[in-house]
């Protein structure tokens, strides 16, 4: 943790930054070990230059963030106290005259600005989104391993999905077996909710499952993820019911090629749009562009989401350590939706592949 608070502090030191504040639990997580989710109540993390940083938390919070191994000063409130006026009164201990600060814009709300503001109204306000992201993007070995062991799970699930399978059981029958499955191995949080599609509603990439039966000839598309000692891993998988459409394997085997492109494309160096190209690429050359609306993928970590975003405009070059999706997809209406994705880590010479499920076309009889 102290690496990360340095490289943090000596940002700031070179941007005359004199307080980062962040208040993403993400980030608190990032640099302290200790996630909470405080709802409405107010959850910080102040950084300086060279004096210590200090947690603000909800008093009821506290043993928690003890017991996640936070040593350092704690700032506890009560639903009587007034936090933002401890918080001045702390961030004052440290520092005399605060130019400037570095917020998350992304994160903190209206609400929350005009009261940091108020407490420092000669300050200028930065945002902190930018060196928060480029500290996140590349993984160390700790990190690392966390990832395989969610991915590993992530895999698990697939595999007691397939087998959940049959015929009258509807979207919301198998994704219960799935999560059911997941507990008995210690999974309490998944990544984002749980999707199993089937037939037409593959097509939807971010559809809604529901009572929908599956029937022979469907395509059935997962979509999940199991969060593991507070990192995420992302999975999807497209399988199907029973004989399909010489279309439907058509459309699942150009996915499959694009997917296989543009993981053959990663390797330190490269630029993110070459991963997306080379699988759009694919994709549009079959027919089929128009039919693949979204990025090729998106960084992975503590959020589901995370930098960098995958797209064939994003000319950021591929460095060792960086986490992120491949995802290619492609959804034509009333035909098929199909969606493979694996999550990966950029290595010296290539890329390791942390999702393991196969992915050439299950056929389930």
Same mark, same amino acid.
């Not at 201990?93 to 109204?121: C, T």
């Not at 593959?202 to 395509?219: E, F, V, W």
């Not at 997917?259 to 494309?265: I, Y």
């Given at each position: 943790?102290?690496?990360? #608070? ?10 005359? /930054? ?10 608190? #997580? ?11 109540? *107010? ?7 060279? !004096?210590?940083? #200090? *947690?603000? &938390? ?12 936070? @040593? ?22 440290? /520092?005399?005259? /605060?130019?400037?600060?570095?917020? %998350? @814009? %992304? ?37 690392? =391993?966390?990832?395989? %062991?969610?991915?590993? *799970? !992530? ?15 509807? %979207? ?26 089937? =037939? $037409? ?5 971010? =559809? ?23 990192? &995420? ?38 630029? &993110? ?25 998106? =960084? ?35 035909? $098929? ?16 592949? *942390? ?11």
């Amino acid at each position: 943790m102290n690496e990360r #608070f340095d490289k943090l502090s000596g940002w700031m030191k070179e941007n005359d /930054v004199q307080v980062t504040f962040l208040t993403s639990s993400e980030s608190v #997580f990032y640099f302290t070990g200790f996630y909470s989710n405080p709802h409405e109540r *107010l959850l910080a993390l102040a950084v300086f230059q060279d !004096a210590e940083p #200090f *947690l603000v &938390c909800p008093a009821m919070d506290k043993q928690e963030a003890r017991h996640a191994g936070w @040593k350092l000063d704690i700032v506890d409130h009560s639903d009587i106290d007034r936090p933002w006026e401890l918080v001045q009164k702390a961030i004052g201990s440290r /520092v005399g005259n /605060v130019g400037n600060v570095a917020i %998350e @814009k %992304e994160h903190m709300n209206v609400e929350r600005y005009e009261a940091i503001s108020q407490l420092f109204p000669q300050a200028t306000f930065i945002s902190a989104e930018e060196k928060i992201r480029v500290l996140r993007m590349v993984k160390d070995e700790k990190e690392l =391993g966390i990832l395989r %062991e969610a991915c590993a *799970l !992530a895999d698990y699930a697939i595999e007691v999905g397939v087998e959940e399978i049959a015929e009258g059981k509807s %979207e919301l029958d198998v994704l219960s077996a799935v999560e059911f499955a997941l507990k008995k191995k210690g999974v309490n949080k998944m990544s984002f909710s749980t999707m199993v599609l089937t =037939g $037409a509603n593959a097509s939807a990439p971010h =559809g809604t499952p529901g009572m929908t039966k599956i029937q022979r000839g469907d395509l059935v598309l997962f979509d999940l993820g199991v969060v593991i000692d507070g990192y &995420c891993s992302d999975i999807t998988r497209t399988v199907a019911f029973g004989d399909i459409s010489d279309k439907q394997k058509e459309i699942y085997n150009t996915v499959l090629k694009g997917q296989l492109a543009a993981l053959d494309a990663v390797k330190p160096g490269v630029a &993110c749009s070459t991963i997306d190209l080379a699988a759009r690429n694919i994709i549009a050359d079959a027919g089929y562009g128009d039919y693949f609306p979204h990025r090729l993928g998106h =960084g992975l970590g503590i959020s589901v989401h995370e930098y960098p975003s995958m797209t064939e405009t994003n000319d950021l070059k591929l460095q060792e350590g960086m986490v992120f999706t491949i995802e290619p997809g492609i959804y034509v209406p009333d035909v $098929a939706g199909v969606r493979i994705e694996d999550d990966v880590v950029v290595t010296a010479n290539g890329v390791e592949i *942390l999702t393991k499920f196969p992915k050439e076309l299950l056929v389930i009889k």
